[in-house]
T-cell receptor, first 114, second 110 residues
Framework: SQTIHQWPATLVQPVGSPLSLECTVE??????LYWYRQAAGRGLQLLFY??????ISSEVPQNLSASRPQDRQFILSSKKLLLSDSGFYLC?????????????FGQGTRLTVV | GQQVMQIPQYQHVQEGEDFTTYCNSS?????IQWYKQRPGGHPVFLIQ?????EVKKQKRLTFQFGEAKKNSSLHITATQTTDVGTYFC??????????FGKGTMLLVSP
């Protein structure tokens, strides 16, 4: 069965520090991968999505970047965090070519920038 | 780009009352999906609707997909405290990415 791992679960980082959040998927190949951010009590904002290794599309220009070094690995990064980067970051995957279009989310990372 | 609007943003009901959330897309959708996010949790897939005018039921939850495949609704009959959470719709246009609505937060008082 497919599983998605996202870590860490919580993170407190000072302003100006770097960030690296990692997400890995098991049990499937060539998934579409997504990074979403959710501010407290708000909706899901799509940050990045990837349809293949090295293919990254950015939905919102901001202080963050994403990379997909391997088929089932998706990394969200920042060189210098801002206070406004605080939020709940969710990684998700879907496999459209197999007819399964629903997204499966990881447990999320609660990031607080102080 | 594709936009998915969801209303209301928030609803507070007494246990036993019904609840409905509505979703509208700016473009015709291939399918529409509904997710539930419990407080402190991550969104979990509930159901997918594909056909024009489709209606699906899961116990007390009824999901509808509009004839034009641009709108959808989720109706909960006789809410329970376990229904508390945020309900998101997500639209898929062609084989592009899912576009999520902003969600409807449901609070149920006993």
């Amino acid at each position: 069965s497919q599983t998605i791992h996202q870590w860490p679960a919580t993170l407190v980082q000072p302003v100006g520090s770097p960030l690296s959040l990692e997400c890995t998927v098991e049990g499937t190949s060539n998934p579409n991968l997504y990074w979403y951010r959710q501010a407290a009590g708000r909706g899901l904002q799509l940050l990045f999505y990837s349809v293949g290794i090295g293919q990254i599309s950015s939905e919102v220009p901001q202080n963050l970047s994403a990379s997909r070094p391997q088929d089932r690995q998706f990394i969200l990064s920042s060189k210098k965090l801002l206070l406004s980067d605080s939020g709940f970051y969710l990684c998700a995957w879907s496999v459209v070519p197999q007819g399964r279009t629903e997204a499966f989310f990881g447990q999320g990372t609660r990031l607080t920038v102080v | 780009g594709q936009q998915v609007m969801q209303i209301p943003q928030y609803q507070h009901v007494q246990e036993g009352e019904d609840f409905t959330t509505y979703c509208n897309s700016s473009t015709t959708l291939s399918n529409i999906q509904w997710y539930k996010q419990r407080p402190g949790g991550h969104p979990v897939f509930l159901i997918q609707l594909v056909k024009s005018g489709e209606v699906k039921k899961q116990k007390r939850l009824t999901f509808q997909f509009g004839e034009a495949k641009k709108n959808s609704s989720l109706h909960i009959t006789a809410t329970q405290t376990t229904d508390v959470g945020t309900y998101f719709c997500a639209g898929l246009s062609g084989y592009s990415t899912l576009t999520f609505g902003k969600g409807t937060m449901l609070l149920v008082s006993p």
